[in-house]
T-cell receptor
Framework: DTAVSQTPKYLVTQMGNDKSIKCEQNLGHDTMYWYKQDSKKFLKIMFSYNNKELIINETVPNRFSPKSPDKAHLNLHINSLELGDSAVYFC??????????????FGPGTRLTVL | GEDVEQSLFLSVREGDSSVINCTYTDSSSTYLYWYKQEPGAGLQLLTYIFSNMDMKQDQRLTVLLNKKDKHLSLRIADTQTGDSAIYFCAEKRTTDKLIFGTGTRLQVFP
């Protein structure tokens, strides 16, 4: 059974479109995250949710809107896609984000390509 | 700034030891981590160290922490071809968010 799953694995779309990436974790964790990894492999946190509540919101464009319908799901909706949004987006989860040694489990990533 | 720095590449021969270095910036970081990313996959936690420790050993992995210099290293003993991957250090700040390093691509050749 996959612990953290993301769909789709690949997403190719035109500039200006709106798209969503879905994430689900079956680990019973309280905290979920979205990270962006650019072409140079630099990984940066975008959002963090704990029990459906937004905890961390980095300075990302407001075209990016996370939605957490329940604590097992954290979806990422992106409006008006731009070329610079092309990246690999990783979802992750942890038992309790505030606990220091808390391991984050990562999904396999969604490679978004904006043409 | 927020930068956590790592050297970009490391190439070693199979059976040798690998040492991957990381320099972080926030002296109040509570935990420091090493993650491994294989091609086309997500990140996998290898090990972590609490900031009041200076060394941790876990099988082939040894983590050294120099808190004064804000320097973290990961030593992999008897490096194997399966160890080829990108290795990320990360620091956990008091804001509870992880700041990842720039990543080191380790290549192991026979």
């Amino acid at each position: 059974d996959t612990a953290v799953s993301q769909t789709p694995k690949y997403l190719v779309t035109q500039m200006g479109n709106d798209k969503s990436i879905k994430c689900e974790q079956n680990l019973g964790h309280d905290t979920m995250y979205w990270y962006k990894q650019d072409s140079k492999k630099f990984l940066k946190i975008m959002f963090s949710y704990n029990n459906k509540e937004l905890i961390i919101n980095e300075t990302v464009p407001n075209r990016f809107s996370p939605k957490s319908p329940d604590k097992a799901h954290l979806n990422l909706h992106i409006n008006s896609l731009e070329l610079g949004d092309s990246a690999v987006y990783f979802c992750a989860s942890s038992q309790d984000g505030a606990s220091g040694s808390d391991e984050q489990f990562f999904g396999p990533g969604t490679r978004l390509t904006v043409l | 700034g927020e930068d956590v720095e790592q050297s970009l590449f490391l190439s070693v021969r199979e059976g040798d030891s690998s040492v991957i270095n990381c320099t972080y910036t926030d002296s109040s970081s509570t935990y420091l981590y090493w993650y491994k990313q294989e091609p086309g996959a997500g990140l996998q936690l290898l090990t972590y160290i609490f900031s009041n420790m200076d060394m941790k050993q876990d099988q082939r992995l040894t983590v050294l922490l120099n808190k004064k210099d804000k320097h973290l290293s990961l030593r992999i003993a008897d490096t194997q071809t399966g160890d080829s991957a990108i290795y990320f250090c990360a620091e956990k700040r008091t804001t509870d968010k992880l700041i990842f390093g720039t990543g080191t691509r380790l290549q192991v050749f026979p």
